[in-house]
């Protein structure tokens, strides 16, 4: 071979040395990868001291996404108020917040199907898809991350009842819950304690007919029919005589446990559950709903409108009365503050037993609201179950419901209070309030009502009355948590179908022209239920009560 064929060959050969090296170094990049990751979250774990919060040992910026299946939530501007602002700059840790455009079942379902979640994701605790998250081992358990990377988490934060109350079969937790409290909690706090459940009233139509008992059927149906007769229109609007949560595939909240509770339907009996559905006042009561639509009295707003819509025609004042959550309307409320001080709700005595026992409305629970949970796709787990442990700390809990020392609230004595300037927008503007400072639970996620509450102002018009009217009348029920199947279990399937099941019933029975084709609707469904698996599903939650019973220690 000659010297130019040599020089070929050499060519040749080093290029398919760089070739394969350059192959063998694609080839283990992720290897490579992995082996940087396993070497960084051994030096997160040796850096690990027991005694002091996890989220001190690491402030760098790090952004993680974080899912909240909830596509009303319009707080996902972090970074742009002042007390996530300030979070950030404490903790390093900056927020990219995700929430459905659509229907948040059809996105989560997506998000599973793919085996890929975004870092935490925010979701109710009674959605099926936190049973498919576990099952399908796409979130991590927070005892062994907390075991790892921050033991302080276990050992000085989270609450060791709640953490029971959410240990799997297979020993792990895989969620923490906000607005959480326990039956000891219940003890504790139990007279602070208000429920969100409210019946309202715009407050000058109310009084300009009479303020009437609207207690009794009788009463409830003519006081409709005088606030419609009086006040035809609002602004040019037909006055909507009665409102009700947004109807769903499975109901609507109104005209179920608010309306049992309204009426103090037991939730047992004898230490057995008890099918509220089926009793007779729950019944009578339907039929008064009944009776209001075919007397022109339940607008047809009722029946397709969602929350926007809601929120819209109740800073319009063009309801007459509500079976609403107080909370959900703050807004509105603020609104029709601001423009007439007598145009506003207020809560009154509504829809009662025969008896006129007082309502029972549902007061905090240990299940809470929300699970938080964190993926297994996670960016960094150390940095992520630390900065939950900060967010469930008391001081995670204030830095985000009071914001900065001396920028937000000032300290007076050993209490931090709202500047003035502050207190004065949260009361006056909730949406500026959000907007300029985004502290008081805009960033509810992680919200611990139980710690918070030591420093919430006190509520002012035209809250305070809503508030007030449900102390005393608010109960604990964290037994009667999570007793409903889910997932694909049979009892699950069953739970499912039952729910769908009646969420077809109900606008039918309130659109029944009469009490007999009512009853004829109610017979059939009945039956339906029978049919579809409620015997099984029913002795599913008869054993999961009892064993709530157990964990919680009641007798």
């Known amino acids: 071979m000659g010297k130019k064929g040599k020089r070929i060959s050499l060519l040749l050969a080093s290029m398919l040395m760089i070739f394969s090296t350059a192959c063998s170094s694609g080839g283990d990049s992720k290897s490579a990868a992995n082996g940087t990751d396993s070497k960084k979250e051994a030096e ?21 996404d974080w899912y909240i299946n909830f596509a009303w939530y319009t707080g996902t ?26 229907n948040e079942a059809e996105k989560m379902n997506t998000m599973i199907a793919s085996g890929k979640l975004p870092d935490f994701v925010t979701i109710a605790w009674s959605d099926d898809a936190v049973k498919k998250m576990i099952e399908g081992k796409l979130v991590l358990p927070l005892n062994e991350l907390a075991e790892k990377y921050d033991p302080y988490f276990i050992s000085n934060v989270a609450d060791p009842a709640k953490l029971s109350w959410y240990t799997q079969e297979d020993g792990n ?21 208000i429920s969100n459940q409210t019946f309202v009233v715009r407050k000058d139509m109310y009084e300009a007919i009479g303020s009437p008992d609207m207690r009794t059927p009788e009463g409830f149906l003519a006081a409709l029919k005088a606030a419609k007769e009086k006040f035809p229109e609002v602004n040019g609007q037909p006055l909507i005589p009665i409102g009700l949560h947004e109807f769903t595939d499975n109901g609507n909240y109104s005209l179920e446990g608010y309306l049992q509770n309204f009426l103090a339907i037991p939730q047992e009996k004898d230490g057995k559950l008890y099918d509220r559905q089926t009793d007779p006042e729950y019944i009578k009561w339907l039929k ?11 607008a047809k707003d009722v029946f397709i409108d969602k929350r926007a819509q809601m929120e819209e025609k109740i800073a319009q004042g063009r309801y007459f009365a509500m079976m609403y959550q107080r909370s959900d309307f703050s807004n ?17 005595d509504g829809p009662s037993n025969a008896a006129m026992d007082q309502a029972t409305l549902s007061g ?26 900060y967010l469930t700390s008391e001081e995670g809990q204030r830095d985000l419901y009071m914001g900065e020392e001396g920028v937000t609230y000032d300290m007076q004595g050993d209490k931090p209070v709202f500047k003035p ?21 805009k960033y509810w996620m992680m919200m611990d009502t139980n710690v918070t509450d030591q420093w919430a102002p006190e509520a002012v018009a035209p809250f305070k009355q809503m508030a007030d009217w449900t102390r005393g009348k608010t109960v604990s029920a964290s037994q009667f948590d999570q007793i409903n199947p889910t997932g694909n279990s049979k009892e699950g399937i069953a739970n499912t179908k039952l729910g769908q099941l009646w969420g077809k019933t109900l606008p039918k029975l309130l659109m029944a022209p009469s009490d007999a084709e009512f009853d004829q609707l109610w017979s059939d469904y009945q039956a339906k239920r029978e049919s579809t698996g409620l015997a099984e599903v029913q002795a599913y939650q008869q054993t999961e009560y009892e064993k709530n019973l157990q964990k919680l220690g009641i007798k």
């Open 332 to 348: 509105p409320q603020n609104v029709l503050f601001s423009k007439d001080p007598n145009s506003v709700y207020i809560a009154v």
């Open 77 to 102: 501007d972090w970074g742009k108020d002042l007390t996530s602002q300030y979070v950030t700059k404490k903790t390093g840790v900056n927020l990219n917040f995700v929430v459905p455009a659509g």
């Open 364 to 389: 905090p629970v240990i299940s809470g609201w929300t699970l938080t949970l964190i993926s297994k796709d996670v960016k960094d787990k150390a940095r992520a179950i630390s900065f939950l442990e």
């Open 421 to 441: 300037e502050v207190l004065e927008l949260l009361n006056k503007d909730r949406a500026a309030f959000d907007t300029k400072y985004g502290a008081s639970h």
């Open 173 to 193: 937790v895989y969620g923490y819950p906000n607005a959480s409290s326990s039956p000891a909690d219940f003890e504790k706090y139990g007279d602070n304690y």
């Open 44 to 64: 997160q774990a040796a850096a690990v001291d027991p005694s002091k919060p996890g989220w001190q040992n690491d402030t760098s910026p790090i952004t993680f």
């Open 288 to 298: 008064v709903f009944r009776q209001a639509n075919q007397d022109g009295l339940l």
